[in-house]
């Protein structure tokens, strides 16, 4: 869970290894699983993209403070309700497990507590019904809960909100359309579902255009498609390694990922998010010792990355990465469930972003799910690899096929980004989709907001700390009409609970503003604007700059260190 | 303070310097517990040439472009819907072998469900459930499954396969034991696998053996009580088991379940929307009612039509799923179409149970019809819509009866029916099963058609094993 969330890291892409990068402080300690570390700078010689820039500023200390402050006066309360209701004082409105004699309870009551106590109380935030299409608006169906959070009843009523929580990157989650018409014909055609797998007479012939289509659009030899995302990662990493192969994996992985590497049997080793240092320390390691007591040589080392990581707004550094995997001979997985169609000039994911070679990559896996508006998921690499996939994957075999009409949705969409649908409307998108983007995360940084991420991530979350904020923002939001989407742990760690936008090619700047808007004037009422850099509006400024605020705060992290420290003394007291 | 200071003063000198050692400890422990990094014996040099030694295996093994499962999947490409006829490589073949029982698939008021929907939501949801991926589709789709069971409460999937492997281990961790038959299908076996828990297997539909694992597990629970006080037990079995064709003996496991206090799990992609005189699966097939079961989980891919799953049961075990299933809380949320086209499904199962009958007197037909093929078994019950034909005499060597049955599936799509092999991971499964032609029944088969499939059956097994 060690993650950079303290630094203010401005990283151009290195490709000097052995440069030393600039702690400031030498004490390193773990605190709540926060590495807590100097600031660094690794402001280097800059390769491919010279504007690779990713912030992530340290976490204020007195907010930090009062967050952990927040969630202390959370758990005693709750602990006093629990005692209440244990007594009989409070009436328990919750559906609790009925006591069967002689059977062991299914749940344990501290294992709820959180949701219990915590969750409950913001539980509106989260599972808002909708009723349209989830397109740059959408109607959220209006729920009222008269036990506090307990349970929900409709009211019928629905309000029109601005979307900034759905995945629509490309804005391709329409309900009319060339893509909605294509959909229409194929289900007169081919019906709804398949009933049936791959191998088990489910094969359509639009399966098998799907996946010439698929691997087209990434540049690769081959492509298999699988009808859920998650299970493209659950039920396929296990045909690439197994016991006595080695996966080293982002520790910020999706849960599709971590549950694909449990499954697949292999040893599991993670490395710090997004940090190459980490990665070759412990490739070499691997490589050089072998498996641990018996010292033999791994059967293979696959390294497991994702294209832009969904709560940080970060993105991989694949450049680096490609040239770890080329020097220690290990594999590549690139989880571009979030890039893909989101990032690069041609929309094709974080390859084309960097100008990178597709065959670098060993697997090619994403979704449809989010800039496609479909579902399912896509493995591409090489012919022998996909053969392999093709025979043995689990979800070939066990599991039923892409229905038609979800088919019929990537192929419209894909032809589009792909411009085989005569006009530029694909180009137009990735356009609208990277200004917005940019002019997003550039008026929210200028509002003070601490922006996450890099700054051609249409993943934007800004942070919000305090657990009493999480459900205040997105209720004022709401209000004012803007749907967003707000996490806190266990999705992120304890201190950094945070907003997340989507941006989409379906947003118009009018649509922006407005949601900036509500943004500002919110932001304003919750004193949500805690981000020191506000007078160096960062995007704009210069490497040297940049440098100097990396040294600035690293002499407040110093002290935070110490404070983090002490409190992590208290609390082991 | 100032007493402190003078004890400090007087204390001998090896204490003060004990004292020291132990601070000059705690500090290190506290300040430098990373600096273990794994330390190496090995010199840089050293550890540049393994680098430069080592080779990985590669990736994938070797496919051939002619594997036989390629070319079995290349020689089947249909087009068009997939109903009681398919349309093979341009061929059209009287279909035995999709699991559309209902004819659901290729259904137009279900068509039409679908297209309603796609005009109001588009296809996909963006979203997970959690992240307004929730639409009010979803919620009626629950909804009308939870009515359709009699349960309290249903939850809803966006695949098939990820449902029941991800409700096993939403309950089962590390530490408790779940008996589960050696027969279920391998979506349960990933489920129990990702559950780190303790599985016990008994004999496929041996109660006697279950038995005998549960007093096993009773005994031990008496020797450590403690342990026992927080060890969940659970027993998981499919209703109706795809790799069989047989039915699990439920009232039997509802007895063993309330005598030895374990949750009961049932998996029903195959029976749900099929058994029972309304669809409602094994429970009412039995006559048991749905609360004795813990949770009931099936697949809407098969007689329902669509894509996806749900999960169903009390409220408080199905809602523990909204947090800790994993294959629902990080997936994006069923296509509304799909969703509609499910609601759509059950509606016409509700109103016209009569082909659930006309479905049970073809299966009973096509189940007697195939007994007389010569050197062949027919595994299965005569009401399951699931049937495996197996060879009577296999021989030694599996890929070579693989090889033998593909040769009767193709000879006998050639002329005009098509059926599949039932395909299996053969070095995954847990039990494998015998090589088999796995054959479904639709229930709208009229009887010339059930006629038809079963020569074109019979002279392609006479002709390919008499070779």
């Known amino acids: 869970m060690a993650r950079d969330g303290f630094e203010v890291a401005v990283n151009g892409i290195n490709n000097n290894y052995k440069h030393s990068n600039g702690k400031s402080n030498g004490i390193s300690a773990y605190s709540n699983g926060h590495k807590v570390n100097g600031a660094q700078s690794k402001v280097q010689s800059t390769k491919s993209t010279p504007t690779f820039k990713e912030h992530f500023e340290q976490t204020p200390l007195g907010v930090a403070i009062w967050t952990y402050l927040g969630y202390a006066i959370l758990v005693v309360i709750g ?13 328990i409105k919750s559906c609790t497990e009925p006591k069967l004699p002689g059977f062991v309870p299914l749940f344990q009551s501290w294992e709820s507590f959180y949701t219990r106590n915590l969750y409950r109380r913001v539980r509106d935030c989260w599972n808002r019904p909708i009723g349209s299409v989830a397109w740059a608006e ?4 209006e729920r009222v809960s008269y036990d506090h959070g307990w349970n929900f009843e409709l009211t019928g009523k629905k309000q029109r909100v601005l979307n900034l929580g759905s995945y629509n990157y490309l804005g391709f989650s329409q309900n009319e359309g060339p893509c909605a018409d294509a959909v229409e014909d194929i289900v007169n055609k081919y019906g709804v579902g398949t009933c049936a797998s791959r ?18 659009y990434l540049g690769v030899e081959d492509a298999i498609t699988v009808p859920m995302g998650f299970a493209t990662n659950s039920m396929n990493m296990p045909l690439l390694v197994g016991k006595g192969c080695l996966i080293l994996s982002d520790e910020l992985n999706h849960a599709s990922l971590i549950l694909g590497s449990r499954l697949s049997g292999a040893s599991i080793r993670t490395f710090k998010h997004n940090d190459m240092e980490d990665l070759e320390e412990k490739l070499r390691f691997a490589v050089a010792e072998g498996m641990p007591r018996t010292h033999r040589p791994w059967k293979k080392i696959l390294i497991v990355v994702e294209g832009i990581y969904s709560m940080e707004g970060s993105i991989v550094r694949l450049p680096d990465i490609i040239q770890l995997k080329k020097k220690y001979k290990a594999y590549i997985y690139l989880d571009e469930a979030h890039s893909i169609g989101a990032l690069g000039p041609h929309g094709k994911g974080v390859v084309d972003y960097f100008g990178l070679n597709p065959k670098d990559i060993d697997v090619m896996m994403g979704t449809f799910t989010k800039s496609f508006g479909a579902v399912g998921g896509y493995l591409g690499g090489s012919k022998n690899l996909v053969n392999h996939l093709r025979v043995s994957s689990h979800s070939a075999i066990y599991s039923g096929s892409m229905p038609p009409c979800v088919i019929q949705q990537v192929i419209s969409s894909m032809k589009i980004m792909l411009g085989k649908d005569g006009t530029n409307e694909g180009k137009q998108r990735i356009d609208t989709l990277a200004w917005n983007t940019t002019y997003f995360r550039q008026r929210l940084v200028e509002m003070g907001f601490i922006v996450y991420g890099n700054e051609h991530s249409p993943v934007v979350p800004i942070l919000l700390f305090m657990p009493g904020k999480i459900s205040c923002l997105s209720r004022e939001c709401l209000k004012r009409g803007l749907g967003i989407v707000v996490v806190g742990f266990p999705a992120t760690p304890i201190i950094e609970s945070r907003a997340r936008f989507c941006l989409s090619a379906a947003h118009t700047k009018e649509m922006l503003d407005k949601a900036l808007d509500i943004l500002d004037e919110v932001g304003d009422l919750l004193k949500l604007k805690y981000s020191r850099l506000k007078r160096q509006p960062a995007l704009a400024e210069s490497d040297n700059k940049e440098l100097k605020n990396g040294t600035r705060n690293s002499s407040v992290s110093t002290f935070a260190d110490l404070c983090t420290l002490s409190m992590k003394i208290i609390k082991t007291l | 303070m100032y007493d402190m200071f003078q004890a ?12 020291a050692l132990l601070i000059i400890w705690i500090f290190k422990l506290l300040f430098f517990s990373k600096a273990y990094a794994p330390e190496s014996v090995l010199t840089e040099k050293e550890k540049e040439e393994l680098i430069a030694e080592w080779q990985p295996e590669p990736l994938a093994p070797e496919i051939p472009d002619d594997h036989p499962v390629l070319m079995a999947m290349e020689n089947n490409i249909i087009t068009g819907k997939p109903g009681k006829y398919v349309t093979i490589n341009g061929k059209s073949c009287v279909n035995m072998a999709t699991l559309n029982f209902l004819g659901m698939a290729g259904n137009p008021s279900v068509e039409a469900e679908a297209i309603k929907t796609l005009k109001k939501y588009g296809v996909g949801s963006c979203g997970p459930r959690g992240f307004y991926g929730t639409m009010d589709v979803h919620l009626e789709l629950e909804d009308k499954i939870a009515k359709f069971m009699n349960c309290e409460e249903a939850i809803l999937y966006a695949f098939g396969f990820a449902t029941i492997a991800s409700a096993i281990p939403a309950y089962s961790k590390r530490g408790d034991v779940i008996f589960a038959d050696e027969g279920v299908c391998f979506a349960i076996q990933k489920g129990l696998v990702a559950s780190r828990s303790k599985i016990k297997w008994f004999k496929h539909n041996d109660m006697e053996d279950l ?35 047989d039915l ?7 007895e063993l379940k309330w005598k030895y206090k374990v949750r009961l799990f049932l998996e029903e992609s195959l029976s749900f929307g099929i058994l029972g005189s309304n669809g409602k699966g094994v429970t009412e097939h039995y006559n048991i009612s749905p609360d004795d079961i813990d949770l009931i989980a099936a ?15 009390k409220k408080y075990i199905v809602d523990h799923q909204r947090l800790s299933g994993l294959g629902y809380c990080f997936s994006a949320s069923l296509p509304p179409m799909l969703a509609t086209a499910a609601i759509e499904s059950l509606r016409l199962i509700d109103e016209k149970p009569g082909m659930l009958v006309e479905l049970r007197e073809n299966c009973e037909k096509i189940h007697s019809k195939l007994s007389d093929i010569n050197g062949t078994v027919i595994v299965g019950e005569p009401i399951s819509p699931v049937k495996h034909i197996r060879l009577a005499e296999p021989s030694t060597d599996r890929d070579f009866d693989v090889q033998t049955l593909q040769k009767i ?3 006998s799509r050639d002329n005009k029916v098509a059926v599949t092999l039932a395909r299996y991971l053969e070095e995954e499964e847990h039990k494998l099963p015998l090589p088999s032609i796995r054959i479904s029944v639709n229930n709208q088969l009229s009887d010339e058609e059930i006629d038809t499939v079963f020569t074109t059956l019979s002279e392609a097994f006479q002709k390919i094993i008499t070779h």
């Open chain 1, 79 to 91: 602990q006093i309700r629990d005692f209440l209701r244990s007594i009989g004082i409070e009436k």
């Open chain 1, 138 to 141: 959408m109607d959220i169906l």
């Open chain 1, 199 to 216: 191998q088990e007479m489910g094969y359509l012939d639009l399966h098998r255009n799907l996946d010439i289509l698929v691997a087209e």
């Open chain 2, 8 to 19: 400090l003063l007087q204390a001998p000198s090896y204490h003060l310097f004990f004292e």
């Open chain 2, 211 to 245: 038995e005998r694992l549960l007093i096993e597990q009773a005994k031990e629970d008496k020797k450590n009580p403690k342990k026992a006080k927080v060890t969940r037990r659970f027993l998981v079995v499919e209703g109706l088991y795809i790799n069989y064709g």
């Open chain 2, 248 to 254: 699990c003996p439920l009232p039997k496991l509802v």
């Open chain 2, 299 to 313: 697949s809407l891919e098969n007689a329902i039509g669509s894509t996806g799953g749900f999960c169903c049961g």
């Open chain 2, 409 to 411: 599936a193709d000879l």
